[in-house]
């Protein structure tokens, strides 16, 4: 969205609140109510990017706003019982099927779950848990106009091709190495298959320490997770992208907000010392167009995903003795971007999504305490 940000950088932003609860009930002279209830999602696009790159919140619409906005728009009483009813048509890819209608079409399996051991000759074990979604692209547009099913490739079989290929990798690889082999697989062993489209979840399977000793066999479940999507052509070209989902920050202090825009909406007070937290979703591209740009390093994928993931935590905390100070979640999130296209020229773009995890004070005052509870410098957070 702002081209030249900061050493030729391109960043695109939006900003703003999900997961606005509202109800709204109107009352009838006839004595019949009627009632909706909403979840709200709503992206801002605006021109903040000193959010950003500099912390000037000025052009931030907080999100406690937006909330008391949602909250505030919906007393207004509308007189209308149905706004609309959409019907959306949406099939596509072939063009001229049955009267005039584009149809776009894929056929595939989602959610087959997979685990694989490795085990070393020096006695350690290796493990992984992956969730696989398939999609193929083919020409098998007769099993939707006539019933002709001969070029389609049944879900059973797509299942039943993840746990082969599986057991044929005889070394421990990384979860893109794995999609690339089945998107590879299906545009070349299926003659109509123009296109494999493969998403992979892979668990954080974390070896265990004890005594200060890494465990040959014990694995612990991490929160965060490892994901892919490949997609393969038949002509031989590729699209790789790798991401983190789940990964969960916080800290208690070297955070603020203020500055931002205030209105008759909003009720949020500003602030130079909070909590902040977060749940990390990340997502980076590869410069790597065919299978033979891919640098034939064993598990380089998964040393680029431990790579980016620390690095990303480590701009986010800052020093471990003082830290860094965030003014907004907007600058945090830029300059962990910024730094993960530093520090890896291989990744060509990356996208984050970093929502507010409220950590809100709670004001105990009483007749014999009429100021928040503290002891000492710690105040008491829900």
């Not at 391109?10 to 004595?31: A, M, N």
């Not at 590879?184 to 668990?203: D, G």
């Not at 205030?262 to 299978?291: H, M, N, Q």
Request: proline fraction near 4%; aromatic fraction near 8%; hydrophobic fraction near 40%.
């Amino acid at each position: 969205m702002a081209e030249g940000v900061g050493s030729g950088l391109k960043l695109e932003q939006k900003h703003g609140k999900s997961r606005v609860r509202v109800s709204r009930v109107w009352r009838e002279k006839d004595g019949r109510d009627s009632i909706v209830e909403w979840s709200v999602n709503i992206s801002l696009l605006s021109d903040c990017i000193p959010a950003y790159v500099s912390g000037d919140n000025s052009g931030i619409v907080a999100t406690d706003t937006i909330k008391n906005t949602v909250s505030l728009i919906t007393r207004i009483r509308f007189d209308v019982s149905l706004l609309m009813i959409v019907l959306d048509l949406n099939l596509s890819m072939a063009e001229g099927v049955g009267s005039g209608l584009k149809l776009e079409q894929k056929h595939g399996k989602s959610r087959v779950r997979v685990s694989r051991v490795w085990r070393e000759k020096d006695g350690r074990d290796s493990i992984v848990e992956w969730s696989v979604n398939i999609s193929l692209l083919s020409d098998c547009i007769p099993a939707y106009v006539s019933g002709d099913n001969s070029a389609i490739v049944a879900t059973d079989t797509i299942k039943n091709t993840v746990y082969v290929k599986a057991k044929e990798c005889s070394e421990l690889l990384s979860v893109e190495d794995f999609a690339i082999i089945l998107g590879t697989h299906f545009t070349t062993f299926y003659p109509h298959v123009t296109a494999a489209l493969i998403k992979i979840v892979e668990k954080s399977w974390e070896r265990v320490i004890i005594d200060g000793q890494p465990h040959n066999h014990g694995f612990k479940l991490g929160s965060d997770k490892h994901t892919t999507e490949v997609t393969v052509r038949k002509a031989g070209d590729l699209h790789v992208t790798s991401g983190i989902e789940g990964l969960a920050l916080l800290k208690t202090t070297q955070s603020g907000f203020e500055g931002f825009i205030r209105d008759k909406y909003t009720l949020l007070p500003e602030t130079r010392e909070r909590i902040v937290a977060t749940e990390v979703s990340a997502s980076w591209t590869y410069p790597f167009g065919y299978l033979s740009h891919i640098p034939v390093k064993p598990l380089f994928f998964t040393e680029r995903y431990l790579g980016v993931k620390n690095l990303l935590t480590k701009t986010f905390f800052g020093p471990p003795d003082v830290g860094v100070y965030s003014p907004s979640v907007q600058s945090t999130l830029y300059f962990m971007a910024k730094d993960v296209l530093s520090r890896f020229p291989d990744i060509a773009s990356i996208q984050l999504r970093m929502p507010n995890l409220h950590f809100l004070p709670v004001n105990l005052q009483s007749k014999d305490n009429p100021t928040m509870v503290k002891v000492g410098s710690i105040s008491y957070w829900f």
